[in-house]
C-alpha cells in the first residue's frame, strides 16, 4: 500500500492553493467594501490596509499564530478609522480558521477569547454601540473556531483509520511472508530427510553389490547380489512413493492445511527393516501405542535421520538401539549406536539443524551428540498434548 501525505505542510502546491485561496477572499473583501455601506468609503489608505491583510494567508499553515497577528495589525487599522467594516472580517475568519484546524482545543479557545476582548476593545475607543455590535457579531468567530475544531477531529479520524489500515496491509505481508518461510523449511526437512536416508541406503546396498561382484568372481555368490539389487529396487520404489506423495502435496498445496497424510509412530518398523538391510543391527523398542499426528510425525522423521546417521557414519555393520516411551504425558525418544558420529572437521549437513527444527515444532527438545562410553546418541524430549492437535 502506497504511503499517503497527511501533513498540510508538505501536501502537493499547499503554498500554491493558499496563495489562490488568498486572492480570492481578497476580492471577496473588495466586492463587500464596495457593496457594503457600513463605514466610510475606502480610500487609498483603506485599499492598502484591507488587501495587505490578505497576503500573510499565503503562509497560513506554516506560521498559523503569526499569520493571525499579521491580519490583526492590518485589520485593526483599518477598523480604527472606520472603513467598512464586514470587509475586513474575511481574512480574519481564514485565519482563524487555520488556528483551529492545526492546534489543539486550548490554545483554539484562548485565541478566541484574546481576539474577541481585542477587538471589543478597539471598537470601545470608536463608539459603544460599535463594541456592542461587535460583540453581538462574535457568534461568528465561534462558529468558524468551532468548525476548524471539528474539522481538526475529523482528520484525526480518518488519519488513524488510514494508519489502522497501513498496519493491517503491513501485518497480513508479513505474516505472508512467514508462511511462505515456514513452508519453504518445511519442504526442505522432508525432501532431505527422504532423499538423505534413500540415498544413503542405496549408497550402501550398492557397496554390497559391488564388493561381493570384486571380492571372488570366480565364485560369484549369484543369491547375495541378486538380494542386494532386489534390496536396492525397494529402496528406490519406497522413495519414489514418498517423493510422489511429497510433490503431490505441493501441486495441491490450495489451503494451508492440505498437506496430505503424515508420516507417524507405524512406520517405524519399516525404518528400522531398511537400517538392517543396509549393514545395521538395530533393535528396537516401543512402548508407545499413539501419537497426534504432529508429534508422531516429527518422531518419524528424527528416527529416519537418526538411523540414515548411524549407517552413513557409525562404521560398518553398527549396532543401533531405537527406544520409545511415554512417561506422564511426554514421548522419550533415544537412538543410539556405537559409532563415532560424523567426522570432525567435515562439511557439516542439515541433519542435526532438521531433528532440532522439527521437535521445536511440536514444542519439544532434542539433543544429539557423542556418547560418554563410545558412540552417538540422539535423544528428544516431545509433549504429547500439543495445541490444537487430537490423537489420532
Given at each position: 500500500m502506497a504511503a499517503i501525505n497527511r501533513d498540510p505542510l508538505?501536501?502537493?502546491?499547499?503554498?500554491?492553493?493558499?496563495?489562490?485561496?488568498?486572492?480570492?477572499?481578497?476580492?471577496?473583501?473588495?466586492?463587500?467594501?464596495?457593496?457594503?455601506?457600513?463605514?466610510?468609503?475606502?480610500?487609498?489608505?483603506?485599499?492598502?490596509?484591507?488587501?495587505t491583510s490578505h497576503v500573510p494567508l499565503v503562509w497560513r499553515r506554516?506560521?498559523?499564530?503569526?499569520?493571525?497577528?499579521?491580519?490583526?495589525?492590518?485589520?485593526?487599522?483599518?477598523?480604527?478609522?472606520?472603513?467598512?467594516?464586514?470587509?475586513?472580517?474575511?481574512?480574519?475568519?481564514?485565519?482563524?480558521?487555520?488556528?483551529?484546524?492545526?492546534?489543539?482545543?486550548?490554545?483554539?479557545?484562548?485565541?478566541?477569547?484574546?481576539?474577541?476582548?481585542?477587538?471589543?476593545?478597539?471598537?470601545?475607543?470608536?463608539?459603544?454601540?460599535?463594541?456592542?455590535?461587535?460583540?453581538?457579531?462574535?457568534?461568528?468567530?465561534?462558529?468558524?473556531?468551532?468548525?476548524?475544531?471539528?474539522?481538526?477531529?475529523?482528520?484525526?479520524?480518518?488519519?488513524?483509520?488510514?494508519?489502522?489500515?497501513?498496519?493491517?496491509?503491513?501485518t497480513r505481508e508479513e505474516e505472508a511472508r512467514r508462511r511462505v518461510a515456514e513452508e519453504r523449511l518445511r519442504i526442505a526437512r522432508d525432501l532431505h530427510d527422504l532423499l538423505a536416508h534413500s540415498i544413503t541406503l542405496i549408497g550402501v546396498q550398492t557397496s554390497?553389490?559391488?564388493?561381493?561382484?570384486?571380492?571372488?568372481?570366480?565364485?560369484?555368490?549369484?543369491?547375495?547380489?541378486?538380494?542386494?539389487?532386489?534390496?536396492?529396487?525397494?529402496?528406490?520404489?519406497?522413495?519414489?512413493?514418498?517423493?510422489?506423495?511429497?510433490?503431490?502435496?505441493?501441486?495441491?498445496?490450495?489451503t494451508p492445511d492440505a498437506r496430505g497424510p503424515l508420516p507417524g509412530l507405524d512406520g517405524l518398523p519399516d525404518l528400522a527393516e531398511a537400517a538392517r538391510l543396509a549393514g545395521a543391527r538395530v533393535e528396537q523398542s516401543v512402548r508407545i501405542r499413539q501419537a497426534p499426528p504432529a508429534v508422531g510425525a516429527a518422531a518419524y522423521r528424527i528416527v529416519q535421520e537418526a538411523l540414515?546417521?548411524?549407517?552413513?557414519?557409525?562404521?560398518?555393520?553398527?549396532?543401533?538401539?531405537?527406544?520409545?516411551?511415554?512417561?506422564?504425558?511426554?514421548?522419550?525418544?533415544?537412538?543410539?549406536?556405537?559409532?563415532?558420529g560424523p567426522a570432525p572437521g567435515g562439511t557439516p549437513g542439515f541433519g542435526l539443524v532438521g531433528m532440532r527444527e522439527r521437535a521445536r515444532s511440536v514444542g519439544g527438545t532434542l539433543d544429539a551428540g557423542p556418547r560418554t562410553g563410545g558412540g552417538f546418541e540422539v535423544t528428544a524430549v516431545l509433549p504429547l498434548a500439543t495445541t490444537g492437535e487430537r490423537d489420532g
Open positions: 508538505t501536501a502537493p502546491h499547499a503554498l500554491r492553493n493558499d496563495a489562490v485561496l488568498a486572492l480570492l477572499v481578497a476580492g471577496f473583501s473588495a466586492v463587500l467594501a464596495l457593496l457594503v455601506d457600513d463605514g466610510r468609503r475606502p480610500d487609498a489608505l483603506g485599499w492598502a490596509l484591507l488587501l506554516r506560521r498559523p499564530l503569526l499569520v493571525l497577528l499579521a491580519v490583526i495589525v492590518c485589520v485593526f487599522p483599518y477598523h480604527f478609522l472606520d472603513y467598512p467594516h464586514t470587509a475586513a472580517t474575511q481574512a480574519a475568519y481564514v485565519a482563524l480558521y487555520t488556528v483551529a484546524v492545526t492546534g489543539r482545543p486550548l490554545r483554539t479557545v484562548l485565541v478566541g477569547i484574546g481576539v474577541i476582548a481585542l477587538a471589543v476593545s478597539v471598537m470601545l475607543t470608536i463608539s459603544a454601540h460599535e463594541a456592542l455590535g461587535l460583540l453581538k457579531a462574535s457568534g461568528w468567530v465561534v462558529a468558524v473556531l468551532f468548525c476548524g475544531v471539528d474539522v481538526r477531529f475529523y482528520r484525526q479520524y480518518v488519519t488513524s483509520i488510514v494508519e489502522r489500515a497501513e498496519r493491517a496491509e503491513r554390497v553389490a559391488a564388493h561381493v561382484l570384486s571380492a571372488d568372481p570366480e565364485r560369484l555368490d549369484r543369491e547375495t547380489v541378486a538380494k542386494a539389487l532386489d534390496d536396492i529396487a525397494e529402496t528406490c520404489r519406497s522413495a519414489r512413493g514418498e517423493l510422489r506423495t511429497t510433490l503431490e502435496v505441493l501441486r495441491e498445496h490450495n540414515t546417521n548411524a549407517v552413513r557414519h557409525a562404521g560398518p555393520e553398527p549396532a543401533v538401539h531405537v527406544e520409545l516411551a511415554e512417561r506422564q504425558g511426554v514421548l522419550h525418544l533415544s537412538v543410539r549406536d556405537d559409532g563415532t
